[in-house]
């Protein structure tokens, strides 16, 4: 197995990190410091140290969860609750795998695998991900292609790759049934009487900060309620409450991929 990936998978850190942690000196192979990332090692009969410390092979760990909204995604924050604190000592030394705002919710993976993550993650493998939204304001057909083709975000500094929309729905606040608002609109602070609202699907193979609010807002729409319903062909599983995880099998594992 190659060298970064043993670590990566050994829970020192994200493949981008320990490469550099390899160029760095930080690493040694049977008490010789190597800088080569790529140099194959064998995970069973090698000694592998980091820092001066062995590192040993670990069990791999993958958990889906369906993050509530009003979470951080990050291992500590001074202000926030993070959705570690929903994690129990059986995931000791996961990260997540990529981030969803403070006000999404939705399906968060969770490794202590670097090398999944950086499938996940890394631009160049256009592992897609799928969110329900919805908007103020509607969507008119010349809008979904626009964004579908992409869009230009971040003061036009950036244009997003094509996205897929479905099931999109324009609709007022007044069409709204009582439970349709109890489970996404109770938190509005504001009378949305005939308010124009959107609601659809929209899927992007790639991650850039708030990306689909930006997108969406650039055609004119405000996101008001964001989740993430899957990645790759891996879907959220719906009897998960908010703040509950459970192991991928490794069926789902794999399905992400394809
Ligand atoms: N796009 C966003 O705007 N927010 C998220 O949390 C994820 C994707």
Known sequence: ???????AQSSIGKRKDVRIYIKDGLVKVNKKIVTIPAIEIDEQNDYIEYNGEKVEYKEKLYYMFNKPKGYVTAKSDLEHKTVFDYLGDETKGVFHVGRLDKDTEGLLLFTNDGEFEHKIMYPDKHVKKKYFFIALGNLLDNEKEKLEEGVYINNGEYLTKSSKLEAIYNFTYLDVE???KNKYLN??????????????????????????????????????????????NL??????????????????KNSIFK
Request: aromatic letters at 10%; glycine letters at 6%.
């Open 1 to 7: 197995m190659r060298l970064d990936k043993f670590l």
């Open 178 to 180: 009582e439970d349709f």
């Open 187 to 232: 938190h509005l602070e504001y009378n949305f009487f005939n308010q124009k609202l959107v609601k659809g699907n929209i899927t992007i193979s790639e991650g850039k900060k708030h990306q689909i609010k930006k997108m969406l807002k650039s055609v004119g729409c405000k996101v008001i309620y964001l989740k993430r319903i899957s990645i790759g």
């Open 235 to 252: 879907k959220l599983d719906d009897s998960l409450e908010l703040g509950e995880y459970r192991n991928l099998t490794e069926e789902e």
